[in-house]
Structures are given as structure tokens and as C-alpha cells.
């Protein structure tokens, strides 16, 4: 009896705290209480999200993101910002990348001139669908040929929602493992002017908002059409990510006497002043809501992509662990094509055809103005999860995609090397940040917790 009534009691006292504020009467609903219900523009509960993700995700994408497959993000992190001169310069040693040296690299990825068998058996299936042309018309004239070369060179970037950093020299392997996307002291006058041009310039915005707030609040995101929403969801679900993971890998303490790799964990303030509903006109909430949008918008693309991915060799030159890289990729991709509640792709771009085309410019534009970012590692994890994100929309929207299941089983090259690490890397961060969220709640219910038992004892 008596410990059931404690127990009671202690749940009492967590929902008391939870949804009045109770132990903290200044800050109310400071908490995860309106982080409820369904997700915008979806068919299903945060809650099912919660599940789904911590239990049967996560765990998963933890570990097939520590192949070496997905653990080398190549990245041009040299090309100049094409809207404005950077005069950032990062004051804390954490904001600089490691890149990785040949040595480090796994053998299928070694060797700038020698090409690997990847980019090898790509221009071979590129060249075999060259040769189709040949059936159809044995008659092409050799500047056919190019032109046509051309055409699908051109399709193929038209296709692209993102600026893709290509064969160019200046690109080197970055080994993501070893440099997590954490807190790096990047803020200022350079930080806010890469959100401010995001969603200022290049986000759709209702026509009389304000510009003195960065984001469009919730009441009046009614007054954008269903694609426009969509785009600003995913922006701001990028955003509460990326700002989530600040947070809960926070620089502690950078004691020069202490551990010189600086002390790192969950810090919960932060996270309330970047989300609690007094510190964000009550926004806060909304931006975590998005975040759930966007983490369903790209499980979709996955889950839509799957047939292709399946067939991917995962080609690293180590024949075991591509083996196990495979098998964990289908794993994956199984548990995710059976949940029911992806986010609906068809519901989008049946009416305006400039709509299509206006969402793919703007969002390669955000894609550019990744180049701007002026502390390297946040531009490492800024511009591959904007790729990753874009690579999302290029499944979902490019209608390459469609019927892939009804296709013949011959492998067509439909996504870079780049892409699917930048893809399901992205996904990660994203699943990521919602399992951090259960931390945070808990981190704030345990709070919750002592404080009432002072109280009852
Ligand atoms: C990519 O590589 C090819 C062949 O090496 C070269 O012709 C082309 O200019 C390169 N593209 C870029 C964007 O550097
Ligand atoms: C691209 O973004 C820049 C920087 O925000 C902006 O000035 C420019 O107007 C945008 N261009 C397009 C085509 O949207």
C-alpha cells in the first residue's frame, strides 16, 4: 500500500511539474507538455515517432553509421561563399576540422587519381545506358553523342535539390566519427547571418510576416500553401536539430589544466533557452514539432529509395565489413518500410508546376549558402545534412523514384556515392536528436522529482 502511494505520488508530482509548472512557477510549460499529438502535415503521434526511433532506429543507425561506408563524408570545404564576403574567424580551437589523410582511408576510397571501383562501375552503368541511344539510333553522329551526354549530365543536375560537391579537387574526406556535430562556440554576427538569409530570403514567407522574427509563427503558417509549409518545416526542423545537438553536447568546461580534449555532455539550460516556450514567444515547441516532420519526411525517401539501396554494394574494399554493411542496410531499410506512417509525398505539387521548380531553386540556394558558414566543422555537418536533406527531396520528388519496385531488376545509377552517406547520415542526426529529446525530458523530470520529494519528506 505505502509504496504504492509513493509511487503514485511521484507521478502525481511529475505531472503537476510537468504541465503547470510547478516546481519552477515562473517558467510554465517549460517543459515537453506541448510536444503532443500529432505531427504537422502527418498521420501520426509524437509518441508512436518516440517509440519508433529510440527503440528500433536509433540503436541501428548508431552502429551501420560507424561503417566505414558512411564514416567518410567527402567535402569541399574551400569554395568561396557566393553571397558575401565571410569575415568570420573562429575564435575556439573546437570549430576546426580534422580531415582525414590517405592512410587513414579505407582501401575502395584511396587514390585521388586512381579512380575506385565505385566511380569505375558508375561510368560503366553510365556507359551502358549510352549505348541504348546506340539501339534506338545507330545513325547518332559523334556531337549527337556529346549533346546527348550532355542532356543526361543536365537532367541529372536538374534533378538535384543541392549543389553537389563533386569531382573537384579541392574536396577531401572528412571522417565524421572524429569529428562530431557538437557545440563549437560558433555564433555572432556570421552564425545569425546564415539563418537570417535562409529564412529570410529564401524560405516562403506569408506575405505580410514580419521579417523581425527569423520564423514564421505557427498561427499564421496557415496562410502558406501545403509545399511552402513544407519547406519551412524542414528548414526549421534542420534547425532545431542541429541546435538540439548543440546542446546536448555542450562544451562543459575547457580547462587547459584539465582534460585538454574539453569536457562535453547534455546541458540542460541551454536547451531550455533555446526551446522553452517563455525564452521563444511560446515557439519552441513548434520547432521540435518540426523536427519529428522532417525526420518523417526523410524516412519516407528512404523507405521509398529502398528498393534501389538494397541493391547498393556498399563498397568500401573490405569485402567483410561490406558484407556486414549490406546486411545492416537491409535491416534497416525493412524495419523502416513497415512502419505505416510515413510522411505522403503524393499529396504534394499536383496543382502549380513553377511551385516544383521555385521549392527545388530555393532550396539548392540554401545548399549555397552553405559555403558561407564560417566555423568548417559546423560547415561539415551544415552542408551534409543539407545534402543529405536534398537528396531526400530528390527521392521524393524527382519522380526517379517512382515505381521502383515495378522496374526490371537491372541496377540504373540513380544516386552519387556522396548522396546516400550525406542521406542516411542526416537521418542519423535527426533520429539522434530525438532520442537526445528523451534525455532532456528526463534530465527534467528527475529535477522535478528531488525537488518534490523535499517537499514530501
Ligand atoms: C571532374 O573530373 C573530370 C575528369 O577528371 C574533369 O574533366 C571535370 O572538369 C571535373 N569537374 C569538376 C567540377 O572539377
Ligand atoms: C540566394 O540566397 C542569397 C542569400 O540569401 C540571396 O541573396 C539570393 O537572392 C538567393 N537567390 C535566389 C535565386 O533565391
Wanted: charged share 30%; net charge negative.
Amino acid at each position: 500500500m505505502r509504496g504504492s502511494r509513493v509511487v503514485l505520488a511521484v507521478h502525481f508530482a511529475v505531472f503537476v511539474q510537468c504541465c503547470s509548472g510547478y516546481f519552477n512557477l515562473e517558467k510554465e510549460n517549460d517543459c515537453f507538455c506541448n510536444l503532443q499529438g500529432k505531427v504537422d502535415e502527418c498521420s501520426c503521434n509524437i509518441d508512436t515517432v518516440d517509440y519508433f526511433n529510440n527503440i528500433k532506429i536509433y540503436p541501428r543507425l548508431k552502429s551501420l553509421l560507424e561503417k566505414d561506408y558512411f564514416r567518410y563524408f567527402k567535402v569541399n570545404l574551400k569554395r568561396e561563399c557566393p553571397f558575401w564576403e565571410d569575415d568570420s574567424k573562429c575564435s575556439m580551437r573546437f570549430c576546426n576540422v580534422e580531415s582525414c589523410g590517405e592512410k587513414d582511408l579505407p582501401p575502395g576510397l584511396k587514390g585521388a587519381k586512381n579512380e575506385n571501383k565505385y566511380t569505375k562501375e558508375v561510368n560503366e552503368q553510365c556507359s551502358e545506358l549510352n549505348n541504348e541511344y546506340d539501339h534506338l539510333d545507330t545513325t547518332l553522329s559523334e556531337k549527337a553523342q556529346k549533346d546527348i551526354d550532355l542532356w543526361n549530365k543536365y537532367d541529372d543536375a536538374t534533378d538535384n535539390f543541392c549543389i553537389i560537391d563533386e569531382n573537384d579537387s579541392d574536396s577531401e574526406y572528412v571522417d565524421l566519427l572524429k569529428n562530431p556535430e557538437r557545440y563549437t562556440g560558433y555564433k555572432g554576427k556570421s552564425a545569425r547571418r546564415i539563418w537570417e538569409s535562409i529564412y529570410l530570403e529564401n524560405c516562403f514567407r506569408p506575405k505580410y510576416s514580419s521579417n523581425l522574427n527569423l520564423y514564421i509563427q505557427n498561427g499564421i503558417l496557415s496562410e502558406l500553401c501545403l509545399e511552402e509549409r513544407v519547406f519551412y518545416r524542414a528548414i526549421s526542423g534542420l534547425h532545431a536539430s542541429i541546435n538540439t545537438h548543440l546542446s546536448a553536447i555542450y562544451l562543459l568546461s575547457d580547462n587547459k589544466f584539465g582534460d585538454p580534449k574539453g569536457v562535453w555532455g547534455p546541458n540542460l539550460q541551454e536547451f531550455q533557452r533555446r526551446f522553452s516556450e517563455e525564452t521563444t514567444n511560446g515557439e519552441g515547441p513548434n520547432w521540435l514539432r518540426n523536427l519529428y516532420f522532417v525526420y518523417l519526411l526523410e524516412l519516407r525517401a528512404l523507405a521509398k529509395a529502398a528498393p534501389y539501396l538494397e541493391k547498393e554494394e556498399y563498397y568500401t574494399g573490405n569485402e567483410n565489413e561490406d558484407w556486414d554493411t549490406q546486411m545492416a542496410i537491409k535491416d534497416l531499410l525493412g524495419v523502416i518500410s513497415r512502419f505505416p506512417d510515413h510522411f505522403d509525398e503524393k499529396i504534394m505539387f499536383n496543382g502549380d508546376k513553377n511551385l516544383k521548380y521555385e521549392f527545388r531553386e530555393h532550396f539548392r540556394n540554401v545548399s549555397r549558402i552553405m559555403d558561407c558558414v564560417g566555423c568548417p566543422k559546423c560547415k561539415v555537418w551544415g552542408k551534409l545534412q543539407t545534402q543529405g536533406l536534398g537528396t531526400a527531396l530528390k527521392i521524393l520528388f524527382s519522380g526517379k523514384f517512382d515505381n521502383l519496385e515495378n522496374t526490371n531488376s537491372k541496377k540504373r545509377f540513380q544516386l552519387q556515392r556522396n548522396e546516400i552517406v550525406a542521406l542516411v547520415n542526416a537521418i542519423g542526426r535527426l533520429s539522434t536528436s530525438i532520442y537526445k529529446l528523451d534525455d532532456f525530458k528526463n534530465m527534467l523530470n528527475n529535477k522535478g522529482v528531488n525537488k518534490n520529494n523535499n517537499i514530501f519528506n
